[in-house]
């Protein structure tokens, strides 16, 4: 079945510092999701992306839709501690019938 | 306003007890979902809404039994629970089922099954 690798499985990094994280699959998808989740709390959406190669900012947040379909990378530029969480890459396929997967996560520690 | 609720906060029950989550939602969203998430893990999908009529659903067991009152609304019935149940219950909206549109989260019920 269709599957989401993200890497890094863990980072830890200092305030100030910026993050780069990816999610790559061997399927196309049509919608890539980022979402960030904190202990205990639902996940939340940060960015939605449609199209192939289109490049989409929220705040400190950078997000791409690979040109290939099959990846997305996130990008969070000048890092602050309540960034700490884990941020979900999610892929949605073609139809209403296809579910989002969700990948495994990359956990993000900000030290101060 | 993107806000999906979810009540209770947290639940202990045993394994002969009946117990309902209940999710609502205010957006307009036609689109429902259960998804069930362990620890370290991610979401994992129960089951989909759509027009308040069961769109997918994912082999759930039988102890769990979902439920569409209307368009706002989203339950989830637990019956005869299993202590490899106890998870983060997390309910979804979406405007609509398919690739375009983005789902929104509440924020999970914490289910302890003892």
């Known amino acids: 079945g269709q599957q989401l690798n993200q890497s890094p499985q863990s980072m830890f990094i200092q305030e100030g510092e910026d993050v780069s994280m990816n999610c790559t699959s061997s399927?196309?998808?049509?919608?890539w999701l980022w979402y960030k989740q904190d202990p205990g709390e639902g996940p939340v959406l940060l960015i939605a992306?449609?199209?192939?190669?289109e490049l989409t900012s929220n705040g400190r947040l950078t997000a791409q839709f690979g040109i290939t379909r099959k990846d997305s990378f996130l990008n969070i530029s000048a890092s602050i501690p309540s960034d700490v969480g884990i941020y979900f890459c999610?892929?949605?396929?073609?139809?209403?019938?296809?579910?989002?997967?969700f990948g495994p996560g990359t956990s993000l520690s900000v030290i101060p | 306003d993107t806000e999906v609720t979810q009540t209770p906060k947290h639940l202990v029950m045993g394994m002969t007890n009946k117990k309902s989550l209940k999710c609502e939602q205010h957006?307009?969203?036609?689109?429902m979902y259960w998804y069930k998430q362990k620890a370290k893990k991610p979401p994992e999908l129960m089951f989909v809404y759509s027009y308040e009529k069961l769109s997918i659903n994912e082999s759930v067991p039988s102890r769990f039994s979902p439920e569409c009152p209307n368009s706002s609304l989203l339950n989830l019935h637990l019956h005869a629970l299993q202590p490899e149940d106890s998870a983060l219950y997390l309910c979804a909206s979406s405007q609509n089922q398919g690739p375009s549109y983005e789902q929104y989260f509440g924020p999970g019920t914490r289910l302890t099954v003892t």
């Open positions: 957006m307009g969203h036609r689109a």
């Open positions: 399927s196309i998808f049509n919608t």
């Open positions: 999610a892929g949605h396929g073609k139809t209403s019938y296809d579910k989002v997967i």
């Open positions: 992306l449609y199209k192939a190669g």
